[in-house]
């Protein structure tokens, strides 16, 4: 089995897969970052409870906590006997890394990208039952990866095989926090769509300004950055949010719930290795 971990701000996702076939998620919340003897320790615990019986033969992980790292690796040697790769910009990728700063590129961001890319993007068009889709180089297609959770990002793969970028934006949750916490009178309100995109009270005029704001805004995001590409890209939408954006807007081709989970896993097989 393989095991990947997405390591965040408030929480930790893992996936358990075999070969290629994500069979079990999970999600661990607050786990420490501060000694490194007892943060180990508390991972290898909340770990443990979901691994179970499973063997664990390789284990990956992305983290926008720079802490939590050292704690997360030592407890997956000590729990599985398995090497683990921490996911960096400077290893082996399926793309050509063409950002300025990869230094600050999120990794999360990195396989969210090499996941859309590998399964959609690289050879496949959208089509990832035909046999030959991958040794056809003339069937690749640009990507578009769409992230929306607490953040909304986007991560932009040429069908040249080249990492252009992408955009960070903020998700339905930071723009509520930022009306309620940031004035004076508006109200906290449920993220939920109003009947009437025209509000006709304050609560309803707050969430159609946050809900509505949020599909329109992420329609026009992609149709900027797609105007920026050859081609016509694939949009993958992966996420808290993204079945709000699949069940809204016709241009998302694919809803991959654990996108990131996977782009860990390709980025540490050989589906990393070659970019056509």
Known sequence: ???????????????????????????????????????????????????EDAVVEQSGLVSVVPGAVGPAEQALRALTG???????????????????TPQTLGTDRLA????????????????????NSAADASAHRSVLAVDAGTAV?????????VYRGGVIGAGPALVQRALHGG???????????PDDPVGRSTQSALQSGIMWGFVDGVRGMIDRLAATLPDDPVVVATGGWSRVLTDRLDRVDHAVPHLVLDGVRVLMGDDSRGSG
């Open 153 to 161: 990002t986007y991560e932009v793969v040429g069908r040249e095989g």
């Open 82 to 100: 398995s090497a683990v790769t921490v996911v960096s910009p400077e290893m082996p990728l399926p793309f050509e890394l063409a950002y300025e």
């Open 183 to 193: 004035t004076a009178q508006l109200p906290d309100v449920p993220l939920s769509f």
């Open 1 to 51: 089995m393989i095991l990947t971990l997405d390591i965040g701000n408030s929480a930790v996702k893992g996936g358990l897969f075999d070969g290629d076939e994500l069979v079990s998620v999970f999600r661990a919340a607050g786990l420490p970052i501060g000694d490194a003897d007892t943060a180990t320790e508390t991972w290898d615990q909340a770990l443990r409870d979901h691994l």
């Open 112 to 131: 969210a990208a090499a996941a859309a890319w590998v399964r959609f993007g690289r050879g496949g068009a959208l089509d990832e039952d035909s046999p």
